[in-house]
């Protein structure tokens, strides 16, 4: 089982950057793919990006693509987010998830959950 906590959520201007971070309990972090997902109000959770177990295989949306880079650290069991470029439509709820099978985008594949962070983005 793994614990998922995200932070680095905030309130940042449109064209700045923010970089969130995922803190996973557990020996079992380096073991997962781990993946981004985020969810805007009145909106259905959408995939952001993921990256395989040993982080040689990302996967982005189009919509954030050169301008979101998602890394991890296996020793610090910590996954992370990094956001150039922040635009008022990139404003949500984000959430980090860990996934036992191969790099997906699906939602219903991931196992495990963080709370989520905010992310606002002002114009």
């Known amino acids: 089982q793994v614990q998922l906590v995200e932070s680095g959520g905030g309130l940042v201007q449109a064209g700045g950057s923010l970089r969130l971070s995922c803190a996973a309990s557990?020996?079992?972090?380096?073991?997962?793919?781990m993946g981004w997902f985020r969810q805007a109000p009145g909106k259905e959770r959408e995939f952001v990006a993921a990256i395989s177990w040993s982080g040689s295989s990302t996967y982005y949306a189009d919509s954030v693509k050169g301008r979101f880079t998602i890394s991890r650290d296996n020793a610090k069991n910590t996954l992370y987010l990094q956001m150039n470029s922040l635009k008022p439509e990139d404003t949500a709820v984000y959430y980090c998830a860990a996934d036992s099978g191969p790099l997906s985008q699906d939602v219903r594949r991931y196992d495990y959950w963080g709370q989520g962070t905010q992310v606002t983005v002002s114009s």
């Open positions: 557990g020996r079992t972090f380096s073991t997962y793919a």
